[in-house]
């Protein structure tokens, strides 16, 4: 078979059945009649052909031809599977997570909808593919055929865009996502974009900030250094606590507390790769991205005062933002009732927590302690496996990981059991620091740093392009617990906080929020940031 043949079999192949997705979120789109739909799918399947046969005639040569086309088609197998799947896009930010996924995200991912669908998609033309011999031709006249492949199938393709432009156009300005179904052309975009990262400014290097850090006023005569508890949620969605309205009594050991629960807050980013070097940053959504060059963040600023820190991650690692502090790994724990191989429940971050503080500087110790604990949380799709025996209070749950197979009450069941267990884990975190009020000032902040789509449109998980993400995957539940020792030391009262619970806040009051409740300060503080500053009044 001729070379040309395979570009023009394997670009229509992918052009077509493995873009189902893309069709599908056509069809759906409100407004478009069935000949629109016909017409702009057409349209958009000549484009993605076109457009493959081009990038496919640049490497059409006998000793690469076949495995860049394997390469085309298991990016577009397993592209249509999560697309179809889990109602996902492919962008910069999934990218990332993908290319940040350890082994336990990816064993959770596994099933064997995903396996057929790249047998069907991926594996059986790839047969076929490895089966076809090419016929040899002399490297002049290779040469030429790819030159006429490429310069054929630019021309049509221009030709294609600008007989049909308006229909694109049009469909293109008015659902943003859909072009970040176009597949596999979206993901091979993504990883340029990632990869030119580098050019964009020097991942190498990080900028000091903060380095004017000094402790206020109440560290001069204290009796009780603070210890502030960071909680990092995963994957919370701020509607399905109860502690924010939601009917079903998914936070009982909150209950029992005195907190105070913001119920408008949002996140920097849709998924951890995003949010988490977000929300320590002093730069905020809008910025972050833009950023001219990376610099520390807030627990180096904090570190910058001579407070004593400490990560501890029962997640797949903090993003580089504990990569200057002490931190410690869970995975690598073997605690019995809380591990089980390479995971554990959230709770085993309590397990030692006092000989770990112990093992920190004494001399920043006697300044005030900032403990940084990053949940599992409600690490989708598995979400069955986020809660103990014990703490499944709603049921039956889905117990599957390919969520479409799932029941909507099952799939709630298993999500909202999950938040169970996170209540456990805050209830505990509670009484650990109440125990620690003999020595030191506690109080706890929990955060989660993106919610989650649990079918609604359609939409499994996260991870949506920002600006076409809907509410429940930005909306993120924020907590605050004071003991009365820090409320007396700043002045910052629970009952203070609740006059504004339904104030507009967001990741980007993070950084200066915590700095505001350790009193630390530095010109990167900005005070009108700080959420709870206007209740920290003498």
Known sequence: MRPIWLIILSSLWIATACNVALWRELARLPGLSAAQIATISVALSLVIALSTCALLSLLAWRWTLKPVITIFLLSAAFGAYFMMAYGVVIDKTMMINTLQTDVRETRD????RMAATVLV???????????KKLKRTSIPRQVLTNVMTLAGACALLVLVVFLFFQSIASVMRNNTHVRYLINPLNSFYALGAVAAKPFQRDESITLPLGEDARLGASYAAQTKPPLLLLVLGETGRSGNFATNGYQRPTTPRLAQENIASQRNAWSCGTSTAASLPCMFSNFGRESYDARPANYQGLLDVLQHAGLAVLWIDNQSGCKGVCDRVPNVQTSQLKVPGLCDGDECFDEVMLHNIDERIAALSAERRAKGVVVVMHQMGSHGPAYYKRSPPAFKKFLPECTSNSLQSCTREGLLNAYDNSIVYTDQLLGSAIQWLKGRESTNAPAMLYLSDHGESLGENN?????MPYSVAPDVQKRVPWITWLSPEFEQRTKITTNCLKQQLDAPISHDNY???????????????????????HCAKP
């Open 109 to 112: 991912l596994l099933n064997w």
């Open 511 to 533: 950084f200066h929020s915590v700095l505001g409740l350790m009193n630390v300060q530095t010109q990167v503080y900005k005070p009108t940031l700080d959420i709870y500053a």
């Open 459 to 463: 939409l499994y998980l996260h991870g």
């Open 121 to 131: 998609l991926a594996l059986l033309p790839g047969i076929f593919l490895w089966r």
